[in-house]
């Protein structure tokens, strides 16, 4: 492989442990998975986001608290998402979608956008500064949960904010009985 090919790949890589990096911030905070939220950043870094500023640790102590008694699920989208390498230093762009379930049935919705610095230290891609930039906010109407009069609907787990969510079974399988909704059979 030419220098100018490996370089690129070289490239791809570090971007793509950049956004494995950003997504388990948002399944860590989602999840209530303090050692995955805590592992995307470095223990030095600094974080301005609403009315707090501070380090990770303390981001988490305060979020959760904020999240668990003011919601019943919470989901941090990803979405564009922009990024300049230059050596052991990323800078990165990401807007975001903030979606939850409010414990007075309301539906809260926000949009904006993660600002970071990441660095590269020991090989590992972590953020080191971050700025979060609230654009947009807003209540949605509030909708029966689709299918949640299914008896079984949660056959293969119900949804957590903990490791008990079905997304850290391993192996992953489907617990629930063949089901064809009216109009698909053969």
């Known amino acids: 492989m030419d220098a100018e090919r490996l370089a690129r790949l070289e490239l ?101 956008r993660y600002i970071d610095r990441l660095e590269r230290r020991d090989g590992v891609w972590r953020i080191a500064l971050r700025t979060t930039v609230i654009e947009w906010s807003g209540l949605v109407p509030t909708l029966p949960v689709p299918y949640a009069d299914l008896p079984d609907i949660h056959g293969n787990g119900a949804p957590g904010r903990s490791k008990d969510d079905p997304s850290y079974r391993r192996p992953l399988a489907n617990l629930r009985d063949e089901q064809i909704p009216p109009g698909l059979e053969d």
């Open 12 to 112: 791809l890589l570090d971007r793509q442990d950049i956004l494995d990096c950003l997504g388990h911030f948002s399944r860590g905070m989602d999840r209530f998975d303090r050692d995955l939220f805590l592992s995307t950043f470095h223990p030095d870094a600094t974080i301005a986001a609403g009315p707090y500023v501070g380090d990770p640790k303390g981001l988490y102590d305060w979020a959760r608290p904020m999240h668990e008694q003011g919601q019943v699920a919470t989901h941090h989208n990803l979405l564009n998402h922009s990024c300049e390498i230059s050596g052991d230093t990323a800078h990165t762009e990401t807007y975001y979608l903030f979606v939850a379930r409010n414990r007075d049935e309301t539906n809260w919705i926000a949009g904006g």
